[in-house]
């Protein structure tokens, strides 16, 4: 008779921790976590789990709560905590040979975890990091190289003008070609600036390989060829918005720039006369403000000052310069040893098709002018020999 009053307090709240265990519990267990502290059965009890799940966690109940009516002080905490405390306490005390089994003991975290916590970390930490380090380690030299030109070769019949040409223009830099007429500079110039197409080697202009891409390589460049080929029945408004459409400017960007050119070149009041009247120093600043109206990030000039007054050259050499400074690249060929020595940073002197020395300006005249270090290295010089009869004057 006494034992009767004590069993009968501890079997009530079995039952009901059993009945609660079968309807409120049951969708805890039907997603078994693998450690889930009683903190987070509310993110459990959502509703999307389906009924089915929950009838066959269902008998789970009973058997993790029988041994606790031989416990009498467990039965006033049991009726204190929420049901599904008591439901979901005995897993965690299994969880870790689970997750060692399992081989996993990340979904604690996962779940535990408000949602979006964990995903921020693991993608942009690497991401962040590695996208730079890759950018800069595969194009940082590309970058700072404006001409990049490497084994370049070009023959015409039996006469090689070009044979294995290197050189590396960096991007910034105010670049001179200089050698004797016959040396290969034009033709080299023109492979750069594809008008003419190689017989060997690799051109990359600003990183962009001309081969694979030459409309791309085009577009970066501003080109002033040596021999002035252009339609001389236009005038030279009608030719410079010629040449802003083929770069695909806006007219009210083509009327703007022309005019700024055109005043910057003294070309304004020759601009409404036909392009066949110009001298052949105003063609030549024509032509190149066309070079220039799309802002290249290139200049190829063959030999801009010839022909040019010493007055329009300096205005010349002065956009240039300015050009420069402001992150262009002009690479040119010109006779004009003085000049190129004035103004460019770097200089190579090509003779037969071959770059003998090149490198700053300093480095390449080695103590002495550049004239010449110039005519040292060419071995320009003809036999005055054998002309006496010249002395003697017809007549």
């Known amino acids: 008779m006494d034992s009767a009053p004590e069993t009968a307090p501890a079997v009530e709240p079995v039952r009901r921790l059993t009945a609660a265990s079968n309807s409120a519990a049951a969708p805890a ?19 999307d789990e389906s009924p089915a799940e929950a009838v066959e966690s269902a008998p789970a109940g009973p058997e993790l709560t029988e041994p ?6 467990s039965a006033p905490v049991d009726e204190q905590t929420p049901p599904t405390q008591a439901v979901t306490s005995p897993p965690v005390a299994e969880d870790p040979a689970d997750s060692v089994a399992s081989g996993s003991a ?18 942009t930490a690497p991401t962040a990091i590695a996208e730079p380090e890759a950018a800069d ?23 090689t003008a070009v044979d294995g040409i290197d050189l590396t223009v960096p991007a910034g830099s105010f670049y001179g070609l200089v050698g004797p007429n016959g040396a290969g500079k034009t033709t080299t110039l023109s492979i750069i600036a594809g008008l003419l197409i190689p017989d060997a080697g690799t051109v990359h202009i600003g990183g962009i390989d001309q081969k694979a891409n030459p409309l791309g390589a085009k577009r970066v460049m501003g080109v002033l060829p040596d021999r002035l080929r252009t339609f001389d029945r236009l005038t030279g408004r009608q030719l410079l918005h010629y040449y802003g459409q083929l770069r695909r400017l806006e007219r009210p960007v083509i009327e703007k720039r022309v005019a700024d050119l055109a005043r910057a070149f003294d070309l304004s009041e020759a601009l409404s006369r036909v392009v066949s009247d110009y001298s052949a120093g105003m063609t030549k600043k024509l032509m190149l403000a066309g070079a220039m109206i ?36 002009v690479i040119l060929s010109s006779h004009g040893m003085d000049l190129v020595e004035r103004v460019c940073s770097r200089v190579a002197v090509i003779v037969g098709g071959e770059v003998l020395v090149e490198g700053t300006v300093d480095e390449v005249r080695a103590g002495q002018t550049l004239a010449a270090r110039f005519v040292e290295l060419s071995g320009a010089g003809g036999e005055v020999e054998g002309l006496e009869w010249l002395h003697t004057f017809s007549g």
Do not use: N
Not at 33 to 47: G, K, N
Not at 106 to 123: F, H, I, K, L, Y
Not at 305 to 322: C, H, K, N, Q, T
């Open 29 to 47: 267990e039907a997603r078994p976590p693998r450690r889930m502290p009683a903190s987070a059965t509310f993110a459990t009890e959502a509703p």
């Open 68 to 73: 606790e009516p031989t416990e009498p002080e």
């Open 106 to 123: 990340d979904p604690v975290d996962a779940s535990t975890a408000p949602a979006g916590a964990a995903e921020p970390e693991a993608s």
């Open 137 to 159: 380690s595969g194009a940082s030299a590309e970058q700072t190289d404006a001409i990049r030109i490497r084994g370049l070769v070009k023959r015409f019949g039996d006469s």
């Open 294 to 329: 799309h802002s290249p990030r290139v200049l190829v000039l063959d030999e801009p000052f010839e022909a040019v007054d010493p007055v329009s050259s300096g205005v010349i050499l002065d956009i240039l310069r300015s050009y420069v400074a402001h992150g262009g690249t």
